[in-house]
């Protein structure tokens, strides 16, 4: 393969990765907005029997959005958000394996004397084990803590970039982690979201009551990746400042830093 068609192809998932990404966040974003509104409207008119709505104005029209707490429709007219988080997780892999796991880009002989075997099986390993301790961390007593939850997961992220500084070369290292944070993400829409959305899908339409802990456990993992998203996109331009970012001596303190940062960045969106 010539190297004009080996960039072409990079551009190609590249673009495709970026639009499914925007995609993704826009529509993240703007259904957690929603959903803060709707708690502000809920909490100050608790006494009113009339349904609170949102009213926004947009490409020169006024558009109202009523939240409901039963299935009108039959589920066929139910339109699901899914297909951006999958694509964007496929080509980000796509592009993992091509700039990374296909090139030298992987490692640096000047931290660590490791094969390039080793490399992928420890940025795959990072991948499968950021989600698995995420997973089990929201569902025990710790994730009923925001404050404690945070605080743990700032650490693992801290102790993981870490350990790949001293593995993998400095970019690869900022890259996996921007990537397991996507790799949760999508884990979060495809294992945890969609499945109670079907349940609740379901027992709606059959005219029974869902179990209300379904809904709150979509929405806290819908809020968890608001809260990537920003670090995600931080981390994606990282290897366009080398000397702030991974190559700095500071490199994984500043990548903890940027993770903070695109939390607190998050938060303040949310709340606008």
């Not at 192809?9 to 709707?38: C, E, N, P, S």
């Not at 951006?84 to 990374?100: H, K, P, Q």
């Not at 084990?129 to 929201?138: K, P």
Request: glycine share 8%; with cysteine.
């Amino acid at each position: 393969m010539t190297f004009s068609i080996r960039e072409w192809i990079h551009l190609a998932v590249r673009w495709f990765h970026v639009f499914a990404g925007i995609l993704w966040v826009g529509q993240t974003y703007y259904f957690t907005w929603l959903d803060g509104q709707f708690a502000k409207l809920e909490k100050e008119g608790s006494a009113s029997k009339v349904p609170p709505a949102v009213w926004m104005v947009h490409s020169g029209g006024f558009y109202t959005v009523e939240k409901q707490k039963s299935l009108g429709v039959l589920p066929q007219f139910v339109h699901w958000f899914r297909w951006e988080a999958f694509f964007t997780w496929l080509s980000g892999m796509l592009l993992l394996f091509l700039v990374y796991y296909f090139t030298g880009g992987l490692l640096d002989a000047d931290v660590a004397n490791i094969s390039q075997l080793a490399g992928v099986a420890i940025g795959l390993a990072v991948l499968a084990a950021g989600w698995h301790i995420y997973d089990l961390a929201v569902r025990s007593p710790l994730g009923k803590s925001e404050m404690a939850f945070a605080a743990f997961s700032l650490a693992i992220t801290a102790a993981i970039a870490c350990g790949l500084m001293h593995l993998l070369s400095g970019r690869a290292a900022y890259i996996h982690v921007g990537a397991m944070f996507g790799t949760i993400m999508t884990a979060n829409v495809w294992f945890r979201i969609l499945p109670a959305q079907r349940k609740m899908i379901a027992a709606a339409a059959a005219g029974a009551s869902f179990d209300p802990i379904l809904g709150a456990q979509a929405k806290l993992r819908s809020k968890h990746n608001t809260f990537m998203a920003v670090p995600v996109v931080f981390l994606m331009i990282s290897n366009h400042f080398p000397v702030g970012t991974y190559g700095n001596r500071y490199g994984w303190e500043i990548l903890t830093a940027l993770v903070l940062i695109g939390w607190l960045a998050a938060k303040v969106i949310r709340q606008t």
